[in-house]
């Protein structure tokens, strides 16, 4: 079974404005990637967070994590119309597995 | 680097029919895995390995077979196909973390299978 959820399914944004995307998850983890996937397209790596990290960036990507409540969120700000894709989450626990959710569908507004 | 590249990009296949699916990476990583996508249910994943010579199954291994005798190479074998294993087929590469765990996994561009 997936361990990742990702909330909300889908997403409608304004260029310019910041998009928010929840992952929940069950067991303990080693780390938390996310991902993009154009459509179509096979899937590209985004930001990777370690367990003992709270918070990462990477250019206009935020990502923060809380083991406490098994909960991540990307933020992804000044939005453009090139982030329209979907987001997903994946979760790494210590046998180098990777467990996917179902994923967040991102699309911006000119 | 051509990074991982998949063959073929496209596939029609009837019931009982068997293929393989072609998965090759550049980048020596140790890990490489098979995913499948449906409609709204994001990534399973199929079978990995964590090295050549070793594999495991994933979440949904049934009706397929893989073999690592490279580094390079990984295959995924459809035994017997059916509508069910209709889908796009990802394979992936990465490798191990500094501080363990899999690290960041780069994909290939994909597969589109579909079982008549």
């Known amino acids: 079974s997936q361990q990742g959820e990702e909330d909300p399914q889908a997403l409608s944004i304004q260029e310019g404005e910041n998009a928010t995307m929840n992952c929940s998850y069950k067991?303990?983890?080693?780390?938390l990637q996310w991902y993009r996937q154009n459509s179509g397209r096979g899937l590209v790596h985004l930001i990777l967070?370690?367990?003992?990290?709270r918070e990462k960036h990477s250019g206009r990507l935020r990502v923060t994590l809380d083991t406490s409540k098994k909960s991540s969120s990307l933020l992804i700000t000044a939005s453009r119309a090139a982030d329209t894709a979907s987001y997903f989450c994946a979760t790494c626990s210590n046998d180098y597995k990777l467990s996917f959710g179902a994923g967040t569908t991102v699309t911006v507004r000119a | 680097n051509a990074g991982v590249t998949q063959t073929p990009k496209f596939q029609v296949l009837k019931t009982g029919q068997s293929m393989t699916l072609q998965c090759a990476q550049d980048?020596?990583?140790?890990?490489m895995s098979w995913y499948r996508q449906d409609p709204g249910m994001g990534l399973r994943l199929i079978h990995y390995?964590?090295?050549?010579?070793?594999?495991d199954q994933g979440e949904v291994p049934n009706g397929y077979n893989v073999s690592r005798s490279t580094t390079e190479d990984f295959p995924l074998r459809l035994l017997s196909a059916a509508p069910s294993q209709t889908s796009v087929y990802f394979c992936a590469s990465s490798y191990s973390h500094p501080s363990g765990g899999a690290s960041e996994q780069f994909f290939g561009p994909g597969t589109r299978l579909t079982v008549l």
């Open positions: 980048m020596n990583h140790e890990y």
């Open positions: 967070i370690r367990s003992n990290e």
């Open positions: 390995s964590v090295g050549a010579g070793i594999t």
């Open positions: 067991t303990s983890i080693n780390n």
